[in-house]
């Protein structure tokens, strides 16, 4: 697709639905998305940073927020989908708009785009704050600055517990293809599907580097400890 049927599709879309929502699957690095034609009506973009939960969970609170802002509410409010589900809204350093927001600049051929990040009231840790300026090493993130240089697919991912990505400590985990792994924070039987999120292999280690040892798994093997300060034991 060249750059001219791009633009176009991202106009049919602000048409037809007020904004166009770019959604990037990073493989290495957290999942993330932004808005682009929000300039217009609200003088500002949208993107959330990981947490990723699914391409409906994501659309829905974008929309959300959207139509809460056009309703009246300000940046500086808070947001809820429900009781428990609360959202507010960031300022975003351009060290990190100009490296995940490309659409945006694009689209408007500008310098300068006002962006806020949409962030869960429960901050998952592969959520960044970009308000702060974007670092090279950052170790999540880091992805984006690096060539992936471990010794598996950089599209390989994890299965695992909202628990493990506030980092609570992993302690068992199985290898099932050459690309996937399983691990909790606890028996995997006992969470509910609404726990389990599916997250980038680099993400998983950046949270917690004592993982590095599931590179060397071969498939179908596992590994389970009683906490952090307790050697892998072969399932």
């Known amino acids: 697709m060249n750059r001219e049927e791009f633009l176009k599709i991202i106009k049919i879309n602000i048409d037809k639905n007020d904004y166009h929502l770019t959604l990037v699957n990073g493989g290495q690095h957290p999942e993330f998305s932004y808005s682009i034609g929000l300039t217009e009506k609200l003088g500002f973009e949208l993107i959330i ?26 940046v500086d409010s808070e947001f809820y ?14 060290s990190w708009s100009k490296e995940l927001m490309l659409g945006v600049y694009d689209y408007y051929n500008e310098d300068i785009i006002k962006a806020y990040q949409i962030i869960p009231k429960e901050r998952t840790l592969d959520i960044p704050l970009m308000s702060e300026i974007k670092k090279a090493d950052n170790p999540i993130w880091k992805w ?21 990505l506030k980092g609570k400590t992993i302690t068992e985990l199985t290898r099932w293809e050459d690309n996937v792994w399983e691990m909790f924070s606890g028996p995997g039987p006992d969470f509910q599907e609404e726990e389990i999120r599916i997250v980038s292999l680099g993400t998983i280690l950046a949270i917690d580097p004592s993982l590095c040892k599931i590179l060397k798994l071969k ?3 596992g590994l389970w400890r009683e906490n952090r300060n307790f050697d892998w034991q072969e399932w």
Do not use: H, Q
């Open 219 to 221: 498939i179908g093997e």
């Open 81 to 94: 989908l429900s009781k428990n589900d609360g959202f507010y809204l960031g300022n975003v350093d351009t």
């Open 49 to 74: 940073a990981g947490g990723y939960i699914s391409i409906e969970n994501n659309e829905l609170i974008f929309r959300y927020i959207y139509n809460e802002l056009v309703s009246g509410k300000t």
């Open 144 to 164: 984006l600055d690096m060539d992936w240089n471990l010794n598996v697919s950089k599209n390989s991912y994890a299965i695992t517990d909202i628990d493990s």
